[in-house]
């Protein structure tokens, strides 16, 4: 399979300069909507900041990181959990007040409360499902706690923390303000126009081969820019916003298979080729379903399904279009995504639908966060990290750098960004730039020269623009604008609201910020780092054991407890699909003697992902047939060959985690017991006249076990197909 040009750096862009260079001009190539969301942004940040400086309010830094990190959501999204913001801000504060009282007289309970405290920040970091309200409440506690570290009267430090929570009120007003005057009219435009966008492109080069005429440069470097903003932001806005969680699931699953299609269409537009009569009649069916998927999804309606001629033969192959087939098969997955849905609108404008019938709302907590482990090892990490942090000020006396190293270990834990090499080189990166360069230099040489808060805005709004521009690229890149800015904000607004005559807070700050930064990367990449590769491949093996745990679903008789057990595992799925594609992103910055079987691998995995996403969608589906609810009856004997065929299809899936992971699977092959037991499954609903049969949704349950079964051994065949050719 051919893969893209920016996929091998160091083969096709031997100049390390030359590619970074290529790199950096992809990655900051305005795009649809970007300058409108940097401008968002500018506006809120420097709202926030005139505000805190006009009236004299501490802590002005963290309303300007506040906007930011708000403001990068979608308009409706920002709208929709202001008043949560708020309230986890509140709760912050209000924890840190009650609690200290009972230990800030005696220093051992002082310092376990301290390192409990920052614990249970992050913890809070990973669990709660909504964006702006996990990170009010982190860095509300972070900074409250390097407050009570201060030896100053009580009344004080109780002032301090309470205006912590003012500058979040500040912060989340002015950001719903702005929000308010960019609002988009329609739910799930966030989501759908980009997608839309995508799937222009793609038909754009499609016609271009079909009409056996080569791609227009526009176009070509389109979808490039495509290519390298990946699906990332559209992935974060997904598992940030407030829609329900079967809506999130299924277009989750729509932006992983266009941005598959994204990727092969831009390694089509690198290659040469000539594609036959056949290949052009392919190429128009294929174009003609993408322009229906598109128009169907701006219109919000399920797309309808898909039958493409996927046989290529051999010798069409060795001298046609290259993944035309590849192309094919996953855009007949797409309508597949949708499956048991009657409508787009139903997930996020009918209120009034009966809960029976749809998967659980998304809930404040994620689902599984008191079961799925990844949690609990993060929140560890991190609080190693900082706590280590807090002995060191500690020991040196150097008290300036509490409030710099908290922001620094919290907003480097927000990211989420590909692996250990990448987030070193874009944390320290940040600090050089928006700590050193900017934040330092225009101590010395530009600030002595601005008299007047106008002055001070125009250079502000110039660095938050420059930071602001870099946040909205990709995760690759993403991280080093909040860096910049946050480090920036950090240095140049201070508690005194007048000119800084000495270097020595911006030193003190400058070193608590490289003082977090190193524990950080020492903690998270140095101690419990490992490859990316290997990293990626476990996730994925571990993707598939908790699908095929989910396909037994449910296990228990009370209905409560399994809708609850279910919904633990679908979010864990759905954190481990997002882990995968994190976690390829991550394989392009990492080399060594082992790079090239590292990029076959992510590779074969990124092919895979698209498919087993959609095998999770349709399971999805079929659970409401295995809970039994209101209109998905089964007859008894349906029920027990269902079982049957689930158990058939988990232990597929588990064959499949084992060929990966090099393990021997045993007993015989289970593959050619399923159609057996699928002709069961169709029998026993024909002959028992059960309501399912006379229900509108019995006529899409026997296709819908069919898709899954040639799903799942599709999957099973391609996977032990690759796992036995050598590289």
């Known amino acids: 399979m051919g893969t893209l040009a920016h996929d091998i750096p160091d083969v096709r862009l031997p100049k390390p300069l030359t590619w970074l260079w290529e790199f950096l001009k992809h990655e900051l190539a305005p795009y649809p909507g970007r300058a409108l969301t940097v401008a968002r942004m500018v506006l809120a940040a420097t709202l926030v900041m005139i505000i805190c400086n006009t009236f004299r309010i501490p802590y002005a830094f963290l309303g300007g990181i506040y906007a930011l990190l708000i403001s990068r959501e979608s308009p409706r999204a920002t709208l929709s959990s202001a008043g949560t913001v708020l309230l986890f801000a509140a709760s912050g504060v209000a ?364 250079f502000f709004v110039l660095v938050t623009a420059l930071a602001a521009w870099f946040m909205t690229s990709s995760p690759r890149l993403s991280f080093f604008g909040l860096q910049l800015g946050a480090v920036f904000y950090v240095i140049n607004i201070n508690q005194k609201f007048a000119r800084e005559t000495s270097l020595t807070v911006a030193r003190d700050r400058v070193a608590g910020v490289f003082l977090g930064l190193l524990m950080m990367w020492l903690i998270f990449d140095q101690l419990w780092g490992a490859s990316a590769s290997v990293e990626m491949r476990r996730v994925f093996v571990s993707t598939l054991r908790l699908l095929a745990q989910f396909a037994r679903e449910p296990v228990s008789a009370d209905i409560r407890s399994a809708l609850q057990r279910t919904s633990a595992l679908h979010d864990t799925i759905n954190t481990k699909f997002d882990n995968v594609r994190s976690l390829a992103d991550g394989v392009l910055l990492e080399f060594g003697p082992s790079r090239r079987h590292d990029l076959a691998l992510r590779d074969r995995i990124r092919r895979w992902q698209p498919q087993l996403r959609a095998l999770f969608i349709m399971r999805s589906a079929l659970l409401k047939y295995r809970l039994q609810l209101p209109g998905f009856e089964l007859p008894e004997a349906g029920i027990g060959s269902l079982q049957a065929y689930d158990e058939c299809s988990a232990q597929m899936l588990e064959n499949i985690a084992d060929r990966m992971e090099g393990k021997t699977s045993q007993g015989r092959p289970v593959s050619a017991d399923s159609f057996a037991l699928l002709e069961q499954i169709g029998e026993s609903c024909r002959v028992d006249q059960s309501r399912l049969l006379l229900s509108e949704h019995g006529v899409t349950f026997v296709p819908l076990l069919r898709q899954i079964d040639r799903l799942t051994t599709r999957l099973a065949n391609q996977i032990a197909m690759e796992m036995d050719r050598p590289d």
């Open 95 to 458: 924890y840190v007040l009650v609690s200290v009282q009972f230990v800030v007289s005696v220093p051992l309970l002082h310092f376990l409360w301290t390192i409990g405290s920052l614990f249970l920040a992050f913890y809070a970091l990973t669990v709660v499902t909504n964006y702006g309200a996990f990170v009010a409440f982190a860095l509300v506690v972070s900074i409250a706690v390097s407050i009570w570290e201060r030896h100053v009267p009580a009344e004080t430090n109780v002032e301090d923390t309470l205006r912590l929570s003012l500058v979040a009120l500040i912060a989340v007003v002015v950001t719903s303000g702005v929000e308010l005057v960019f609002r988009r009219v329609r739910p799930g435009d966030d989501i759908v126009v980009p997608v839309a966008d995508r799937l222009a492109a793609i038909h754009s080069v499609l016609i271009s081969y079909a009409e056996g005429r080569s791609v227009d440069k526009t176009t070509e470097e389109k979808v490039i820019r495509l290519g390298m903003l990946g699906t990332s932001t559209l992935r974060r806005a997904l598992r940030r916003s407030d829609y329900s969680s079967q809506y999130r699931a299924q277009m989750s699953g729509v932006v992983a298979l266009v941005g598959t299609l994204v990727d092969i269409t831009t390694a089509l537009t690198q290659l040469s080729f000539e594609p036959g009569n056949i290949d052009q009649e392919h190429l128009r069916s294929l174009a003609a379903a993408v322009a229906s998927i598109r128009s169907d999804l701006m219109y919000r309606r399920i797309p309808a399904s898909i039958r493409v001629n996927t046989q290529v033969n051999t010798e069409e192959e060795s001298h046609g279009v290259p993944l035309l087939a590849e192309m094919e098969n996953i855009v007949a997955l797409i309508p597949e995504a949708f499956a048991g849905s009657q409508s787009i609108d139903e997930y996020h404008v009918d209120e009034n639908q009966a809960p029976s019938e749809e998967m659980p709302r998304s809930k404040l907590i994620a689902a599984d966060a008191f079961v799925n482990p990844e949690h609990l090892r993060f929140a560890l990490k991190g609080c190693f990290a900082v706590s280590a942090c807090y002995v060191i000020y500690n020991a040196i006396d150097w008290p300036g750098m509490a409030i710099p190293v908290m922001l620094t270990c919290f907003l480097t834990a927000v990211s989420t960004i590909g692996t250990s090499r990448q987030r070193q080189v874009l944390r320290f990166a940040g600090f050089v730039v928006g700590g050193l360069v900017i934040g330092m230099s225009a101590q010395v040489f530009i600030l002595p020269y601005l008299d007047s808060i106008a002055g001070f805005t125009v």
